[in-house]
């Protein structure tokens, strides 16, 4: 959890917060579905095709394959929610590509492109 005692000069705070005490049994917060070990920071959608998605900020963790999203702002995050997707074996990272495609980057070695359905 963020640790508001310790502020750096010019530090942007969290704008969501979930518990990762108990990375088996889940999260209190999004459910016992989602288990809270690293967060895993992704991209602003921008890819015209993910309409649903537009403008929402996808994000996962290193304890569940399961892709969330949120609409950020200065104020927090608003309506987060999982998007029905999950990328199998442990999520890395995320990466925007040629024409703004977005790609998650998974600990079993391939690489996958978020392509609407």
């Not at 602003?44 to 537009?54: H, I, N, P, S, T």
């Not at 900020?57 to 927090?76: E, F, K, V, W």
Request: hydrophobic share 40%; proline share 9%; glycine share 12%.
């Amino acid at each position: 959890m963020f640790d508001s005692d310790r502020i750096a000069p010019g530090a942007v705070f969290p704008i969501l917060e979930y518990d990762n005490a108990n990375a088996g049994p889940g999260c209190p917060l999004l459910g016992s579905a989602f288990d809270g070990v690293a967060v895993i920071a992704g991209h602003v959608v921008r890819d015209e095709r993910l309409l649903a998605q537009y403008g929402r900020l996808l994000y996962t963790d290193a304890g569940n394959p399961q892709i969330r999203s949120l609409i950020p702002s200065q104020a927090g995050a608003a309506d987060d929610q999982h998007t029905g997707v999950s990328v199998p074996g442990t999520p890395f990272s995320f990466a925007e590509g040629s024409g703004r495609r977005l790609y998650v980057i998974s600990g079993d070695g391939p690489v996958y492109r978020l392509d609407p359905v």
